[in-house]
């Protein structure tokens, strides 16, 4: 049983930065593979970005490669979304994941069991 939480949504101009940022609670996240996603409206669920369960491979959609960046700290049961240079598309509801038991499908969304609730990101022109 593990709860995330994230924060750090709102609202920026384009070229803009965000941080966003996951909580666990519960456990720990050192033994998790964790992702970002996000969805837009009228849109379905993407994958944004991963990382491993010791932060040492990343993976990221090629719409963000180059603008956002994950990282974790496993101290603090916390992972990061870094975006910089945000565009109007970027607009959506961002949600964080995990799960022991992702090992390589880090993309794939239904590969995780622990979801958190998601953090509005709104992106104006």
């Known amino acids: 049983q593990v709860q995330l939480v994230e924060s750090g949504g709102g609202l920026v101009q384009a070229g803009g930065s965000l941080r966003l940022s996951c909580v666990a609670s519960?456990?720990?996240?050192?033994?998790?593979?964790v992702g970002w996603f996000r969805q837009a409206p009228g849109k379905e669920r993407e994958f944004v970005a991963a990382?491993?369960?010791?932060?040492?491979?990343?993976y990221y959609a090629d719409s963000v490669k180059g603008r956002f960046t994950i990282s974790r700290d496993n101290a603090k049961n916390t992972v990061y979304l870094q975006m910089n240079s945000l565009k109007p598309e970027d607009t959506a509801v961002y949600y964080c994941?995990?799960?022991?038991?992702?090992?390589?499908?880090?993309?794939?969304?239904?590969?995780?069991?622990?979801w958190g609730q998601g953090t509005q990101v709104t992106v104006s022109s």
């Open positions: 994941a995990a799960d022991v038991h992702v090992t390589s499908r880090y993309r794939v969304g239904a590969e995780y069991e622990y």
């Open positions: 519960g456990r720990t996240f050192s033994s998790y593979a």
């Open positions: 990382i491993t369960w010791n932060g040492g491979r990343t």
